[in-house]
T-cell receptor
Framework: AQSVTQPDIHITVSEGASLELRCNYSYGATPYLFWYVQSPGQGLQLLLK??????LVQGIKGFEAEFKRSQSSFNLRKPSVHWSDAAEYFC???????????FGQGTRLTINP | GAGVSQSPRYKVAKRGQDVALRCDPISGHVSLFWYQQALGQGPEFLTYFQNEAQLDKSGLPSDRFFAERPEGSVSTLKIQRTQQEDSAVYLC???????????FGNGTRLTVT
């Protein structure tokens, strides 16, 4: 079955440190891939998306993600986190486009001052 | 401009009651999706409209769930005879065209007691 896995339920990093959130997918063919962020009580905001082409994708708020076909991964990175980055992060995939998304379980990010 | 608006923000229902959740998409958006997000989980697809046509309802968990979008704008998700397992955040999302990334609302948190 098609699935998206985020192995880390909760990650804590210090403000100013680098960040990497992991995402693996299981699909027959490479799906469209997304990262969303959700602050408490808020909806989901799109950070970035990968459809094809360059495997390093730049997004909003200084985030980037790298698509690795050999590892079926689409990890999210940020060189230096800010306290405002504390939130829940979701990786998602869709085999056909951008809409009927399959989400991972989410990774909750906590920032230490 | 205005984003996707959902009402009510919070709904408490006694087991067995019927509830109706409303979604006002961004004006002019053709596609409209409903997702269900259980506590601590990623959102799961429920159903999809293109204008007034419900093109996919494969994610609705039972025949107690019903969604409509009669004029191709506002949508209502109705749950009949609510059960405790229906407790979740219900997210609505819209997009201007098929395969454009989704814009999510802040959701309705339903608690069934």
């Amino acid at each position: 079955a098609q699935s998206v896995t985020q192995p880390d339920i909760h990650i804590t990093v210090s403000e100013g440190a680098s960040l990497e959130l992991r995402c693996n997918y299981s699909y027959g063919a490479t799906p469209y891939l997304f990262w969303y962020v959700q602050s408490p009580g808020q909806g989901l905001q799109l950070l970035l998306k990968y459809f094809s082409g360059d495997t390093l994708v730049q997004g909003i708020k200084g985030f980037e993600a790298e698509f690795k076909r050999s590892q079926s991964s689409f990890n999210l990175r940020k060189p230096s986190v800010h306290w405002s980055d504390a939130a829940e992060y979701f990786c998602a995939a869709d085999e056909q486009g951008a809409q009927k998304l399959v989400f991972g379980q989410g990774t909750r990010l906590t920032i230490n001052p | 401009g205005a984003g996707v608006s959902q009402s009510p923000r919070y709904k408490v229902a006694k087991r067995g009651q019927d509830v109706a959740l409303r979604c006002d998409p961004i004006s002019g958006h053709v596609s409209l999706f409903w997702y269900q997000q259980a506590l601590g989980q990623g959102p799961e697809f429920l159903t999809y409209f293109q204008n007034e046509a419900q093109l996919d309802k494969s994610g609705l968990p039972s025949d107690r769930f019903f969604a409509e979008r009669p004029e191709g704008s506002v949508s209502t998700l109705k749950i009949q005879r609510t059960q405790q397992e229906d407790s979740a955040v219900y997210l609505c999302a819209s997009s201007p065209t098929f395969n454009s990334p989704l814009h999510f609302g802040n959701g309705t948190r339903l608690t069934v007691t």
